[in-house]
T-cell receptor
């Protein structure tokens, strides 16, 4: 079993819809949870990170962590065609990124105009 | 600032050939990383460095070597390429942020095909 599981998609939704992206994990020691966005043929870029459980909001994006269920989510409100990308969840035990970060395999998202 | 750059962008090798991938960053970051990205596997850490002159093994280090002779550069070497090393390779760098997780900045990637 992989430490981090992520549905690969692809996920296709109409413009303006609410998008929900999810990951599950097995390591209860994970404390830092991140979402990266990767456009086609580009490197990943950090979108949001959260520490421990709870919600964090940044504009149209909300990251949610439920440590009791070992489940994290990224919600995108009012989705735009420019949100079309692959979204990677990632998590680590320690606060320094020199400690191992485990990435999900990514969910490919397409927003239809 | 160019951020993180990688050379070359594309490369094709024959089995058994060797090559070196170069990563450079101009952000004065202490930490640097090499990942490979394969379909369905996500990003996997090959090697990383927490400072000039230091390197450490990641999750999938076999068949690769690295060197960090200068703070701004991190080299990834394949001594004898194998088809299983066909992948997209990403370099990243970060500055230790102390009490919060530090952001890794990724380069644009190198697409390597081993025939």
């Amino acid at each position: 079993q992989k430490e981090v599981e992520q549905d690969p998609g692809p996920l296709s939704v109409p413009e303006g819809a609410i998008v929900s992206l999810n990951c599950t994990y097995s390591n209860s020691a994970f404390q830092y949870f991140m979402w990266y966005r990767q456009y086609s043929r580009k490197g990943p870029e950090l979108l949001m990170y959260t520490y421990s459980s709870g919600n964090k909001e940044d504009g149209r994006f909300t990251a949610q962590v439920d440590k009791s269920s070992k489940y994290i989510s990224l919600f995108i409100r009012d989705s735009q065609p420019s949100d079309s990308a692959t979204y990677l969840c990632a998590m680590s035990e320690g606060y320094s990124s020199a400690s191992k970060i485990i990435f999900g395999s990514g969910t490919r998202l397409s927003i239809r105009p | 600032n160019a951020g993180v750059t990688q050379t070359p962008k594309f490369r094709a090798l024959k089995t058994g050939q060797s090559m070196t991938l170069l990563c450079a960053q101009d952000m004065n970051h202490e930490y640097m990383y090499w990942y490979r990205q394969d379909p369905g596997m996500g990003l996997r850490l090959i090697h990383y460095s927490v400072g000039e002159g230091t390197t450490a093994k990641g999750e999938v280090p076999d068949g690769y070597n690295v060197s960090r002779l200068k703070k701004q550069n991190f080299l990834l070497g394949l001594e004898s390429a194998a088809p299983s090393q066909t992948s997209v390779y990403f370099c990243a760098s970060s500055y230790p942020a102390g009490a919060s997780t530090d952001t890794q900045y990724f380069g644009p990637g190198t697409r390597l095909t081993v025939l």
